[in-house]
Structures are given as C-alpha cells and as structure tokens.
C-alpha cells in the first residue's frame, strides 16, 4: 500500500528514513482532508491552519508536518474531480514508524468504489 516506501529487509526498519518527505496526490478537497484527519490513529492534531494548508500532528515518535495545497479540477467529461497535492514531513522518524502512521493514514483517506 505504501508506495512511496520500500523496505528492503527487517534490519533496516530501525534505521531514520533517507526520505522522510513523502508526496502524495489526492482525489479529495480541503474541507474533506482537514475533517478526517484528526482521525488518523496515533496522532492529535496540534496545529490547525487549515486556510492555509498547513497543519501539525503530535505523536509519541514526533511532530509530523503536513502541507497541502489544492490544485485545478481534473476533468473527465462532465466529471470535476478534486486534485490536492499533499506533502507529509516525517524527517527524524525510523522507517517502522513512517510504516506504521501510512498505513494509519492510507486507511483513513483510502476511498473505496464499488
């Protein structure tokens, strides 16, 4: 699920990530992302300035930083579908850790279609 995340073996899940920045792009608005948020399991929102797109989480492994900033509608026909480009700041954390707060993250903001 975490693609921008590759673990190579167990050993190195103690060590500080190289690439503690990770980029994503997402299909939701600003009001949606900052109403789920807080439910991301491991953090509290510390933080709040969402009119900017800026906002800080507190965990017990650190801050976590997250800039968002909302880009153009994608249009697909008569569809306009949301497009925000989301930077998680994750500097300082292992790479169990960043593991762990994706999967957290992923779960709460992965949309399922039927």
């Known amino acids: 699920m975490i693609s921008a995340i590759k673990i190579l073996n167990k050993a190195k899940e103690d060590r ?3 690439a503690p920045v990770i ?4 299909s939701i608005t600003s009001e949606q992302f900052a109403n789920r948020l807080p439910r991301v399991r491991g953090s509290i929102l510390d933080v709040d300035n969402a009119h900017l797109g800026c906002y800080k989480l507190r965990s017990a492994n650190g801050p976590i930083k ?4 909302q880009k153009t509608n994608r ?8 497009v925000m480009e989301v ?3 994750l500097r300082g954390y292992k790479t ?3 593991k762990e ?3 957290s993250f992923d779960q709460i903001f992965l949309k399922m279609g039927g």
């Open 16 to 18: 500080l990530s190289p």
């Open 23 to 26: 980029l994503r792009e997402m």
């Open 66 to 69: 997250i800039i968002c900033e």
């Open 75 to 82: 249009q697909i026909g008569a569809l306009s579908i949301p």
């Open 87 to 89: 930077s998680i700041d």
């Open 96 to 98: 169990s850790k960043i």
């Open 101 to 103: 707060f994706m999967e």
